[in-house]
């Protein structure tokens, strides 16, 4: 069965501190992987759509890699607004995402 | 270009009652899924939809249930509600889950069941 796993669950940060969020997945035949924030109280917001390992996407302070086993979320000089729930979520083939537990990143100013 | 909206945004209801909610996908998508979110279960999959036909289900009961119109708007239904089926209540679109599978997703529906 499809498991996506990410670490650590919660981490804190000082504005500035950079650091990297971890997705691991096992799927056999991944199609996606996918990276999304999410503010409390609302839906998840579309960041990154990555295809193959090697690939690489930037967005501001944000990066997303993809290895055959891992995703990585690099966070460079964040600032207090970065502050929210990062889900991971791969797509395998059947018409849906399979998500992760998230990880709650809180960036102290 | 709108996003993804839902309706109601809040709802209470009492067990055993049943609720509708309601989405509006970006215009042009025509692949809307559910998701069901809560704190021990993070996001979980309960279908999607293309062209008015469920294209896939996830491990829900039957008490669950959807469907799509013509216009690519969708519902579901959820019937006898329990404790449990206190949630966030998403919904996604995409121009077709199997061409594409980016999804945008509304800004959720949160039921309260008491």
């Known amino acids: 069965e499809d498991q996506v796993t990410q670490s650590p669950e919660a981490l804190r940060l000082q504005e500035g501190e950079s650091s990297s969020l971890n997705c691991s997945y096992t799927v056999s035949g991944l199609r996606g992987l996918f990276w999304y924030r999410q503010d409390p109280g609302k839906g998840p917001e579309f960041l990154f759509t990555l295809y193959s390992a090697g690939e690489e996407k930037e967005k501001e302070r944000l990066k997303a890699t993809l290895t055959k086993k891992e995703s990585f979320l690099h966070i460079t000089a964040p600032k207090p607004e970065d502050s929210a729930t990062y889900l991971c979520?791969?797509?395998?083939?059947?018409?849906?995402?399979?998500f992760g537990q998230g990880t709650r990143l809180t960036i102290n100013p | 270009k709108a996003g993804v909206t839902q309706t109601p945004r809040y709802l209470i209801k009492t067990r055993g009652q049943q609720v509708t909610l309601s989405c509006s996908p970006i215009s042009g998508h025509r692949s809307v899924s559910w998701y069901q979110q809560t704190p021990g279960q993070g996001l979980q999959f309960l279908f999607e939809y293309f062209s008015e036909t469920q294209r896939n289900k996830g491990n829900f009961p039957g008490r669950f249930s959807g469907r799509q119109f013509s216009n690519s708007r969708s519902e579901m239904n959820v019937s006898t509600l329990e404790l449990g089926d206190s949630a966030l209540y998403l919904c996604?679109?995409?121009?077709?889950?199997?061409?594409?599978?980016?999804?945008?997703f509304g800004p959720g529906t949160r039921l309260t069941v008491l």
């Open positions: 979520a791969v797509h395998r083939g059947a018409q849906k995402l399979v």
């Open positions: 996604a679109s995409s121009l077709d889950f199997r061409a594409g599978p980016t999804q945008y």
